[in-house]
Nanobody
Framework: QVQLVESGGGLVQAGGSLRLSCAASGRTFSHYAMGWFRQAPGKEREVVCAISLNGGSTYYADSVKGRFDISRDNAKNTVYLQMNSLKPEDTAIYYC??????????????????????WGQGTQVTVSS
């Protein structure tokens, strides 16, 4: 089992920045590919970005490309989501997710929520206009 705890959410004005953190415990963090997802009120949960277990490969949804940055620190068992130039449409609950990836190619990233086995409880991000 992997336990994931997100933090860093909050209320920010449009154009502002936030950095989310997701701390993992319970297993060898470097064996897991990670992803960030979000769910806005009344909408389906969607992928935001993802990172391979070694951090060498990343994926971004078109809606956040150029504004968000995913990174990980395997020594600290933490994945980060730096969000810049925030827009009201970024308002959502943000979830991090983990998937065991040690038996796959090290650069593999996973985009589908069904590909992830472990989820955090989520952190609210609200962007005011």
């Amino acid at each position: 089992q992997v336990q994931l705890v997100e933090s860093g959410g909050g209320l920010v004005q449009a154009g502002g920045s936030l950095r989310l953190s997701c701390a993992a415990s319970g297993r060898t963090f470097s064996h897991y590919a990670m992803g960030w997802f979000r769910q806005a009120p009344g909408k389906e949960r969607e992928v935001v970005c993802a990172i391979s277990l070694n951090g060498g490969s990343t994926y971004y949804a078109d809606s956040v490309k150029g504004r968000f940055d995913i990174s990980r620190d395997n020594a600290k068992n933490t994945v980060y989501l730096q969000m810049n130039s925030l827009k009201p449409e970024d308002t959502a609950i943000y979830y991090c997710a983990a998937r065991l990836s040690v038996f796959s190619a090290s650069g593999t990233v996973y985009r589908g929520q069904d590909e992830y086995a472990y989820w955090g409880q989520g952190t609210q991000v609200t962007v005011s206009s």
